[in-house]
């Protein structure tokens, strides 16, 4: 059972435009959703979190949106950079005792130039 | 450099070897995970430690698996009579938050090539 999805397996965006990257998830108990970027050969980098208890937050060209409701975040760039093609990952985690990561399968963000 | 580092970078082994990976997370961090990501998946967790305690295991972390944290620093993971299914990245993450608001920080990951 995929408890985070990201139904866009790639996306393409024009430079100084904005990457809409989108991920759902099912299980309520999440409540700590994470994004990361993944360069190839490279391990996850943080890029941006957000708490069940905000709905936006934001840092630099990043923005992340969550709507509990419909369980669903998203991670706006804005303006989009060639530096930025690469595997976006949202991942999510619940206040339950543990501490892992639930991660979605990926969408790979190509900046056009 | 203050990362999370892990060694060595790409193993490539025959079938029915056993294999060993260290991860040295950042220093400061009392918490230390270890993930399994395959072509096409994202990261899928396979082990946690907080200092020395190994607190949680995934079903995915068969009998030939093992992993230790001995003095609350390094980790290794170990794979015994390794199988070509076992191919994939592995990725060591270390953390210090408090639950529901911990970041996790990883490492360039080990790559292993099963033949």
């Known amino acids: 059972d995929q408890q985070v999805k990201q139904n866009s397996p790639s996306l393409s965006v024009q430079e100084g435009r904005i990457s809409i990257l989108n991920c759902d998830y099912t299980n309520s108990m999440f409540d700590y959703f994470l994004w990361y970027k993944k360069y190839p050969a490279e391990g996850p980098t943080f890029l941006i979190s957000?708490?069940?208890?905000?709905d936006k937050n934001e840092d630099g060209r990043f923005t992340v949106f969550l709507n509990k409701s419909a369980k669903h975040l998203s991670l706006h760039i804005v303006p989009s950079q060639p530096g930025d093609s690469a595997v976006y990952f949202c991942?999510?985690?619940?206040?339950?005792?543990?501490?892992?990561?639930?991660f979605g399968t990926g969408t790979r963000l190509k900046v056009l130039a | 450099d203050t990362g999370v580092s892990q060694d060595p970078r790409h193993k490539i082994t025959k079938r029915g070897q056993n294999v060993t990976f260290r991860c040295d997370p950042i220093?400061?961090?009392?918490?230390l995970y270890w993930y399994r990501q395959t072509l096409g998946q994202g990261p899928e967790f396979l082990t946690y430690f907080q200092n020395e305690a190994q607190l949680e295991k995934s079903r995915l972390l068969s009998d030939r698996f093992s992993a230790e944290r001995p003095k609350g620093s390094f980790s290794t993971l170990e794979i015994q009579r390794t199988e070509q299914g076992d191919s994939a990245m592995y990725l060591c993450?270390?953390?210090?938050?408090?639950?529901?608001?911990?970041?996790?920080?990883f490492g360039p990951g080990t790559r292993l090539t099963v033949l």
């Open positions: 220093s400061e961090h009392n918490r």
């Open positions: 957000i708490s069940s208890i905000k």
């Open positions: 991942a999510a985690t619940s206040y339950s005792g543990t501490y892992k990561y639930i």
């Open positions: 993450a270390s953390s210090i938050g408090l639950a529901g608001t911990d970041t996790q920080y």
